[in-house]
């Protein structure tokens, strides 16, 4: 990739980012690390308390990429083929599929932790291979096709936890936190001139981007140069983590590819056209901190998964 395109790309990025900043308020890691892995084809997983502008985050992205937007509310009684989608019986005595809500660009899984073990696994074959299968028929699923999954931290009643081979395939899990006090302000601000969160109408954002854009984005993504050294520096991250004291599940060798791609994306973003360490440790809990478990005994103490990972890349060594 020439400096031209990393240019041309970073000013891309930056307008998606300026963008979604009219609307997504005081979250600009957790926009910045969610549209990476968009931009790296992976899947995310938004955890926070209700009201920190997840779904907002979602909307507002579909609109500024041009892409379909689907939500499904995921609850107990929820089944495969709600999501999936059915075979209906015609006239002629044929059978016609009509595809369900995963059948979008961005599609957002609300409270995916609310439905049972059969939905979230027919959800996870969706993820991996981009398509699903109804009564022996496989549907291929839409070019763009993005899961946003989201989870609230502090209700576990009527929750199904979501299995590790699941989680290990959101590239990343992006924390919203609640916003600073003038922040807060100026959503108050915003909301008396007009804006509601349930009107996209009042967002005042533009689109930015179209189909064919976003798939040369994507493409620049996979052009960034990781040199081996940086190659070495991914693998023994993630390795470290497998061998860490305080925790009793290390990450998959899926988080090292994920770690990879997330730092192109980090570059592409800033208008490089190769990876740097800083983009590996910026993205690194992101990417790692769902796929790591930390020992029981100091969880009891207050020791979460991101204090864990921070202790891990602190003593690994990145190079020059």
Known sequence: MTDADAGEHA??????????????LGQDRAVREALAALLARGHVLLEGVPGTAKTL??????????????RIQFTPDLMPSDITGVNLLGPNASFT????????????ADEINRAPAKTQAALLEA??????????TSHELPEGFT????????????????PEAELDRFLVKVTLDY???????????????????????????AQVLDAAALARLRAGVRRVRVEPS??????????????????????????????????QASALLDGRSFATPDDVKGLATAVLR??????????????????????????VEAPR
């Not at 001139?193 to 954002?205: H, M, N, Q, S, V």
Request: hydrophobic share 50%.
């Open 179 to 205: 916003p600073a006090e003038d922040v807060e302000r100026g959503i108050l601000d915003r909301v008396l001139l007009g804006f509601e969160a349930d009107e996209p109408a009042t967002y005042g954002i």
């Open 97 to 108: 599929f009509r595809p369900g809500p995963l059948f979008g660009g961005l599609v957002l």
């Open 290 to 315: 769902h796929r790591v478990a930390v020992a029981p005994e100091l969880e009891l103490e207050g020791v979460s998964a991101d204090a864990a990972l921070a202790s891990v890349i602190e003593r």
């Open 147 to 162: 899961v946003f999954a989201t989870q609230n931290p502090i209700e576990f009643e009527g929750t199904y936890p979501l």
């Open 11 to 24: 000013r891309a990025g930056e307008t998606i980012l300026r963008e979604l900043g009219r609307v997504v």
């Open 230 to 263: 940086l190659v070495g520096y991914i693998t023994a991250l993630v390795r470290a983590t497998r061998g860490a004291p305080a925790l009793t599940l290390g990450a998959s060798p899926r988080a090292t590819v994920a770690l990879m791609k997330v730092a």
């Open 127 to 136: 993820m991996q291979e981009r398509r699903v299968t109804v009564d022996g």
């Open 57 to 70: 985050l979602v909307r507002a992205l579909s609109l500024t990429l041009g892409l379909d937007f689907r």
